[in-house]
C-alpha cells in the first residue's frame, strides 16, 4: 500500500476513535432550585375580611374579593398556577370573576404562574415599565441573574405610574414604586377590616440585595440612590399590618393556620433593617475595593 494511502487511512481511523470518544451524552439542563417552602402547599389563610393568602407557604399570594371581581397580587413559580386556580374554587371564585393579576417584583417565584392565570382568567395584567419588559421576556437578561431564573413570558396590559391607584368595585390599592431588589419593584397599600377594626395594609416588596453589586455598577449604575429613594417611601407609607412577597420575613407563617402571624414587623423596622444591611453590604464592597488597590 502506497505511503499515502497509508496515512489517509491512519486518518480516517483515528477520526472514527475520536467521534467515538465524543459520543458521550451532552450534560442535562439543570432547573433553577428554591427552597421547599416555595412549593409547599397550604390551606388557604384568611388575613382580613376581604383578603385571603393562597398558593404556597413560603411565598405570598394575595387574594382580594370585591363586589366587582377579585385580584390576584403574585402568582408564585411557574408550577404553582393550578394549586391557585384550585384554591380560587374552594373559596368560591370562578377564574373569570378574576379581573386584574398584579405583582411585586418580576422574578420567577413571584411572576412565573402570571401567563398561566391570565389565559385561565382573561384578567388584566397590571405592571410597570421596568417590570413589563422582563415579564415579556420571560425573565431573560435579568440584571442580576442573567438567563438563570426565566418563566413563561406574559404581556402587561396596564402599565402604572408611582402611587397610582388600581381601583376594582370598593378597593382602592395604591402602587409605591420601591426600586432596589429590581428596577421595577412595587408594593401596595389598601384599606380593609380585621376583627372589625380598620387596618391600613400593606405588602411592601423584597428589600434584600443578594450577592449585587453596589459599588460602581455598571448595569445598575444608581442602585444604592434608588433603593434609598423605595426605604423613603415605605417610611411614608400607611401601615398597620405588614406583609412581604416572602412572609417568614414579615413575621408570617402561613403552614401554621392556627397562628399565622407570630412576630409581627412594622413598615417602618423592615427598612430600618434593609438600610442597615445595604449599608454593610455597601461598605464590605468598598473595603474589598481598597484592598485591590493596594500595591
Known sequence: MPNRLRSLLALVLSAGCLSAQAAEPLPQLQGWQVPPAWLTPITPVQISDHVWQLGVAGITTLLFKTEAGAVLIDGGMPQAAPLILDHLKQLGVAPSEVKLLLHSHAHADHVGSTAALQRATGAVVVSNAESAVLMARGGYNDLHYGDSIVFPPVTATRLLQDREVVQLGSLRLQVWFTPGHTP???????????????????????????????????????????????????????????????????????????????EPLSCAAYADRAEANMRKQLEAQRAAAAAERRP
Open 184 to 262: 421595577g419593584s412595587m408594593s401596595w397599600t389598601w384599606t380593609d377590616t380585621r376583627a372589625g377594626k380598620t387596618t391600613r395594609m400593606a405588602l411592601v416588596d423584597s428589600l434584600t440585595l443578594p450577592g449585587y453589586r453596589l459599588l460602581q455598577s455598571a448595569i445598575y449604575p444608581r442602585i444604592v440612590e434608588e433603593f434609598q429613594r423605595g426605604l423613603a417611601a415605605i417610611r411614608e407609607m400607611p401601615c398597620d399590618l405588614l406583609l412581604t412577597p416572602h412572609p417568614d420575613i414579615s413575621g408570617w407563617q402561613f403552614d401554621k393556620p392556627a397562628s399565622p402571624h407570630p
